[in-house]
């Protein structure tokens, strides 16, 4: 059958990224407590194309997925990444796979077990060279207290659910439960999915012992990521949901910011 991909294109103008985007796919992840986690992963993939090649061949992404269904890790990832550099003749390929990972977490009185989801991205690029880099991205929910309505109201302040998302570049293997839980300190307080009333008092106690504004919350994450020294690179945001304004509170820092 005539392979209409394969021809030549006289256009001269090659292509940065093209592939596939957005395909819900079925993958099993490390799981620190039960060993193995089956999740479903939103997965994206491309590779370059030269100047003279009409196209890629879109199919042969998906035949190589099978590798996400056994395990994603990083020896999958450099793979999967060389497969798609020798099977579509690229000298670049890139992968970003998101997924909701589950973490049992017990109310922190009555013990009370519940199920968190966090939305986690790992992303994977190699180059001609065959340098492989990657970043792993968690979105962790989290509750603060504003310290400044704290300090001048006589009862009560304001308070809000938010968002704290980091990335990071790394040397060797970490669990994901680890940086969950090390951005969770940061907070005023972390969430639970299920809570009762002695919960519930503890949690709205601890948050407002220790109220926090985003940019205590992205700085006190990013101090503590600078202090590890697994970690090669980090981004750090925050994002709060505002209770009493019609707008979000946002802060964001790097580590390029931290060397500057």
């Given at each position: 059958m005539k392979d209409v991909q394969s021809q030549r294109d006289e256009r001269n103008l090659p292509?940065?990224?093209?592939?596939?985007?957005?395909?819900?796919?079925?993958?099993?992840?490390?799981?620190?407590?039960?060993?193995r986690q089956q999740t479903v992963a939103d997965i994206s993939m491309y590779v370059d194309l030269p100047h003279d090649a009409k196209g890629t061949h879109m199919s042969r992404f998906v035949e190589m997925l099978h590798l996400f269904r056994q395990e994603?890790?990083?020896?999958?990832?450099?793979?999967?990444?060389?497969?798609?550099?020798?099977?579509?003749e690229a000298e670049r390929a890139h992968i970003d796979v998101t997924f909701p990972y589950f973490v049992e977490k017990k109310a922190p009185v009555s013990a009370e077990p519940g199920l968190m989801d966090y939305t986690c991205t790992i992303s994977g690029s190699i180059s001609p060279e065959g340098r492989t880099d990657l970043l792993s991205t968690v979105r962790v929910p989290v509750m603060s207290v504003c310290p400044c309505s704290l300090e001048i109201s006589e009862i009560g302040a304001h308070t809000q659910r938010g968002m704290v998302t980091v990335s990071v570049r790394f040397r060797k293997f970490f669990w994901i439960e680890?940086?969950?839980?090390?951005i969770e300190k940061c907070a005023s307080s972390d969430v639970f999915s299920v809570l009762k009333r002695v919960d519930e008092k503890a949690v709205t106690e601890q948050a407002f012992r220790n109220p926090k504004f985003v940019e205590d919350i992205v700085?006190?994450?990013?101090?503590?990521?600078?202090?590890?020294?697994?970690?090669?690179?980090?981004?750090?945001?925050?994002?709060?949901?505002?209770?009493?304004?019609n707008h979000s509170a946002f802060a964001q820092i790097s580590s390029e910011s931290l060397l500057a």
């Open positions: 292509i940065d990224k093209v592939g596939i985007k957005n395909l819900r796919y079925p993958i099993t992840v490390l799981d620190r407590e039960q060993g994603v890790s990083l020896r999958s990832f450099s793979t999967i990444l060389q497969e798609m550099r020798t099977l579509l680890a940086l969950i839980q090390r700085r006190d994450v990013a101090l503590s990521l600078k202090e590890d020294a697994n970690i090669t690179w980090f981004s750090v945001s925050a994002e709060n949901y505002e209770s009493i304004h």
